[in-house]
């Protein structure tokens, strides 16, 4: 029977031991109950035990993997401001999903001011789901990753949310973070290699309002209001496809065009309202970069933007009878290019 149930973790001799049944108390009447399972609705807050050595809320640092996790379907799993406490480990992510019922509403809401390592797992070989998890702290860091991410299974993230906080979704090397949808209202994200469904080669779409975004995998569609974007970063080690591939859509914020790619970086359309498009950087400045999708696509920019292909290198290209449609803003063109209409 599926309960509500909150974080003690102070047990004697099984500290911080989230497979210990003792350290989880029902919200009801505080009574001792089991770890959660299936359809649970679990709480972690200042309800904790206060681990006085350390001055914060008891850390869950024992029974983190799917062995000791039972990787159960949560309902809600809901880290609260008050707690401090630090939720796993490097090592030994938090295994766990978030989509209970099948294909309902399960949630993962992150607003500790401690650190937490999240795997959305639901085991070494099957599909894992959370529908939506939202990140809104002040101090706190969430670092999530996916278990699997191949050609047959796949730890999904149908939404991400991003109030405020530092995130990282995945890695550099090796640790992925698949989702499908990503809104940035504020905050600090990161997000790294390979962050895509895998299964299928499909990319997230991201709606960007305020905060910083680093991004080192490619994108399906993406619109921008404000902050700044920096799609590639000096530790990636590079994609074989760090494109946009349908639309790029500007009201404003800075798209630092700097990508990693193995090959061209491809962004097919981008319609600019303001802000600026810059591949102008000297970052990965080596990597090609082409306009258009090889048919006869036509991006526009409008007063109020700038795009600036003003780069030394001159390896900023055309696909095919690709076009830009200027009715205002700025273009600047790379150096030593022939510029015509």
Request: net charge negative; charged share 20%.
């Amino acid at each position: 029977m599926a309960k509500e149930i909150f974080w003690y973790g102070g047990e004697s001799t099984h500290e911080g031991e989230w497979n210990w049944d003792a350290n989880w108390k029902l919200v009801s009447d505080g009574s001792s109950s089991t770890k959660p399972a299936d359809d649970d609705i679990v709480h972690i807050d200042n309800r904790a035990y206060y681990d006085t050595v350390n001055e914060r809320y008891q850390d869950i640092n024992d029974g983190m993997d799917a062995a000791g996790t039972g990787t159960p379907d949560l309902r809600l799993l809901h880290v609260k401001p008050s707690y401090d406490g630090i939720i796993a480990l490097p090592g030994e992510y938090l295994e766990l999903a978030a989509a209970y019922p099948a294909g309902g509403d399960g949630q993962i809401i992150y607003e500790g001011e401690g650190t937490m390592y999240l795997d959305l797992s639901k085991g070494a070989a099957a599909d894992a789901s959370c529908n939506l998890l939202v990140v809104d702290t002040t101090e706190g860091l969430l670092k999530v990753m996916s278990h699997v991410n191949d050609g047959a299974n796949t730890g999904l993230f149908d939404l991400i949310r991003v109030k405020s906080g530092d995130v990282e979704l995945g890695d550099t090397t090796s640790k992925m973070c698949a989702f499908t949808d990503m809104e940035v209202l504020g905050g600090t994200i990161i997000v790294g290699i390979d962050c895509y469904k895998v299964n299928g080669a499909v990319y997230a779409t991201i709606l960007q309002v305020l905060g910083s975004i680093t991004m080192d995998t490619g994108i399906k569609a993406m619109t921008q209001y404000g902050g700044a974007f920096n799609w590639g970063s000096a530790l990636a080690t590079g994609e074989a496809a760090m494109d946009i591939e349908d639309l790029l859509t500007m009201y404003g914020g800075t798209f630092n065009w700097t990508c990693k790619d193995l090959a061209t970086s491809i962004i097919q359309q981008f319609i600019l309202y303001g802000g600026v498009l810059d591949a102008s950087l000297a970052l990965n400045a080596d990597v090609p970069k082409g306009i258009g999708g090889g048919g006869d696509e036509i991006s526009e920019v409008w007063p109020g933007a700038e795009a600036r292909f003003d780069n030394e290198n001159q390896n900023i290209t055309f696909e095919g009878a690709s076009k830009i449609m200027k009715y205002g803003g700025t273009i600047k063109s790379p150096y030593m290019k022939e510029i015509s209409w």
